[in-house]
């Protein structure tokens, strides 16, 4: 059982958002995020994961598969500070943070690097899930940076 | 196996640049119609299309065949971004050895500049119904646009490699430095490092000039077999090889946004053709921006994967350097038109066709490069003067 993140306010680093359509694949996803849940997709014939979700894995084509509720450790693969606005919503936002985060289970995802000074996110720093509720009815994930040693 | 068989025969290109009041279709047919007569053929010869258009305009090749008065035995639009125009000289060149056609007309055409002017307000765009998926993993994370997905490439690269902002803004002040000496460029004024430093920020590492420009454009050529083609007023210029290769699992899956999909595309291109990297005068690479011209340069074998910026920054790209790229100002510079300009460049250096200041001396081999389809396809072309 996966120790549920807090919910955190971090206006100041976080890029008001165009909301996510849930389709059949991804509402399992989203789902648990409303819970402060982190899951991914895991097959139950080879036992790897893949994101974003699908409806086959992606390793061995198998449709048999559960939502694993994983750690919610990652750490930074690569991210992008973002400092033009795509809309003017976005303005008031800059600079914000896109990063690509590594799971400590495998697979990567897109998501928001929050709670720090945009110009000390780094390549391989360490960071944990967070959940934001946007909206009525839609939570998204981001990931702050981690204390890596003694971690609970 | 592919026979080369196949040379190119014409190639031009519209008016680049900002052209009020062009459509994509009008710059299309006059790119064709240019390339044609360039290679002194007619109408009545073209029997083979392959042409892309902005992804919103369905079935492309029946808009231009239509505009130019043309049933054609061999025509399709191919779908596979970027890579798609290198693409399409590799598919005239089997359509023709196959026959299924003679004479095929390739290009590609989009009024990317006069677009950028007519659509609403950013607020608009962003509420715009984008694609599900986009929307759900990229969008709902604020990442828009097109330089973000290459900025994490980069980003990474400068962590794993030490490449530094210079180093990429050798590439965009080597590229400028080619379009100077291009009457046809877009930008044609000299970019020093101290205003590409200065550059306005839009994701990092990248600024404005980093991207590749917004252009209305079209590019063309004609596709024949080499033994017509020696008929012909232009000296031929032969499809020697090519190699392709798709990383469909995504570019932030394993090393793919570091070992891109160039690197097997080019290790294909290489065995087809028989020749080495070595053996390249000029390469004419798919910059979308700049830090995709210097991961190209290491995975095409230029220099080695982590090398490419001191490599470029030690004048690599230059007309005199070791291996002269976007020798008419690139995506970067001359005009975007996704990719199509960097086949008709690298015919007109195996021509000899430039004036010196802007030739290639005694270019033999070309590489041209094609990358996107959601920045994962790459085509390779090697082309050779007959």
Redesign the interface.
């Given at each position: 059982m996966v120790e549920s993140a807090p919910a955190i306010v971090a206006e100041e680093t976080r890029p008001r958002r165009v909301l996510p359509q849930p389709t059949a694949d991804s509402r399992p996803f989203w789902e648990a995020c409303a819970r402060r849940e982190l899951t991914i997709q895991r097959c139950n014939s080879c036992e790897r994961h893949w994101f974003p979700p699908s409806n086959r894995c992606q390793h061995c084509w198998s449709d048999d598969f559960w939502w694993r509720p994983v750690s919610g450790h990652a750490e930074v693969y690569s991210f992008t500070v973002f400092h033009r606005a795509y809309a003017p919503e976005l303005a008031d936002q800059l600079p914000y943070v896109v990063g690509v985060v590594e799971l400590a289970e495998g697979p990567r995802l897109i998501t928001n690097i929050v709670g720090c000074d945009p110009g000390s996110v780094r390549v391989r720093m360490p960071v944990e899930v967070v959940f934001d509720d946007v909206a009525e009815g839609v939570t998204l994930h981001a990931f702050r940076p981690r204390e890596k040693a003694g971690a609970p | 196996m592919y026979g080369r068989s196949a040379a190119i025969v014409g190639a031009a290109h519209s008016k680049l640049g900002e052209v009020p009041g062009s459509t994509s279709i009008g710059l299309m047919a006059d790119a064709a119609v240019a390339a044609v007569a360039d290679a002194g053929l007619q109408r009545s010869d073209i029997d083979g299309i392959i042409v892309r258009g902005p992804d919103d305009e369905y079935c492309f090749q029946q808009q231009l065949g239509e505009r130019l008065g043309l049933n054609a035995a061999f025509t399709t639009s191919l779908d596979n971004g970027g890579a798609s125009q290198a693409l399409a000289v590799v598919l005239a060149s089997l359509a023709i050895e196959a026959g299924l056609a003679t004479t095929v007309l390739c290009g590609y055409a989009r009024n990317s500049w006069s677009r950028t002017r007519q659509r609403g307000?950013?607020?608009a765009?962003?509420?715009q119904a984008?694609h599900?998926?986009t929307?759900?993993?990229?969008?709902?994370?604020?990442?828009?646009?097109e330089p973000?997905t290459h900025?994490?490439?980069a980003?990474?690269h400068m962590?794993?490699c030490g490449t530094t902002k210079e180093h990429l803004g050798h590439v965009a002040v080597s590229v400028r430095e080619h379009a100077t000496r291009n009457p046809h460029a877009q930008m044609r004024s000299p970019l020093t490092m101290d205003e590409y430093l200065q550059g306005?920020?839009?994701?990092?590492?990248?600024s404005v000039y980093d991207c590749s420009l917004r252009t209305d454009g079209a590019g063309a050529v004609v596709v024949t077999d080499v033994s017509r083609a020696r008929d012909l007023p232009r000296p031929p210029v032969i499809v020697r090889g090519f190699g392709s290769h798709n990383n469909l699992?995504g570019w932030?899956?394993d090393d793919h946004?570091i070992e891109t999909a160039a690197q097997a595309s080019g290790e294909r291109a290489y065995r087809n053709a028989d020749v080495s990297p070595a053996d390249i005068d000029t390469a004419q690479l798919y910059d979308c921006f700049t830090y995709m011209v210097l991961a190209q340069i290491e995975d095409y074998g230029f220099c080695a994967k982590g090398d490419g910026g001191e490599f470029i920054a030690s004048g690599a790209l230059a007309l005199d350097g070791a291996i002269p790229t976007n020798t008419s100002g690139g995506q970067l510079s001359e005009g975007h038109v996704e990719g199509m300009l960097q086949v008709v460049e690298g015919v007109r250096q195996l021509r000899h066709e430039h004036p010196v200041e802007r030739q290639v001396p005694d270019a033999r081999l070309a590489l041209v490069s094609g990358h996107g389809g959601n920045t994962v396809c790459h085509t390779t072309l090697i082309l050779e003067r007959d």
């Open positions: - | 307000s950013r607020k765009r962003m509420n984008t599900v998926r929307r759900e993993w990229r969008d709902s994370f604020g990442y828009f646009g973000a900025a994490l490439g980003q990474r962590a794993l306005r920020l839009v994701t990092t590492p990248f699992r932030t899956v946004m």
